[in-house]
């Protein structure tokens, strides 16, 4: 008796739709990681408090400043003291009169940890004015806890 021989064909299959969900996860995963790293920062333990409300509507043009326990000052990722930010925002009003945007149109958001002394934010806050920036914001975490107490 004769054995046939069985013809095996390789089935391919399509890795279009697998490839494009894979970049598509990338992507989505690239801009969620860079919101997180402009929002907060590790050695930053914001305030709590009772009376803060979120904005009315997203800023235009902001500029995050950190601020740690110890004066430090972050922005972008650079590490600042108040004397020497003034060349950090200066880099930021490049970027903002790029976009034909002065100064008046950014909005500084300042998140101090809770140990910071106000006179540390006074000076950070300065600094800023100095370069004729007038839009502040004051970060802090919402004191769930104690609402509705008397």
Do not use: W
């Amino acid at each position: 008796m004769r054995v046939k021989n069985k013809s095996t064909e390789l089935a391919e299959a399509d890795l279009t739709p697998m490839i494009d969900m894979t970049f598509q996860l990338i992507a989505f995963f690239m801009v969620l990681i860079n919101f997180a790293q402009t929002e907060s920062h590790d050695l930053v333990k914001l305030p709590s408090s009772q009376l803060i409300k979120p904005p009315d509507q997203p800023f235009e043009f902001p500029i995050m400043l950190h601020i740690t326990q110890d004066a430090r000052v972050f922005l972008g990722g650079k590490d600042y003291t108040a004397e020497t930010l003034s060349s950090g925002l200066r880099a930021e009003l490049a970027v903002a009169r790029a976009q034909d945007m002065g100064p008046k149109d950014a909005n500084v958001i300042i998140r101090a940890h809770r140990n910071t002394a106000a006179g540390e934010v006074q000076e950070v806050i300065r600094a800023c004015q100095a370069l004729e920036f007038v839009n502040f914001g004051l970060r802090a975490k919402e004191d769930l806890g104690r609402k509705g107490e008397g």
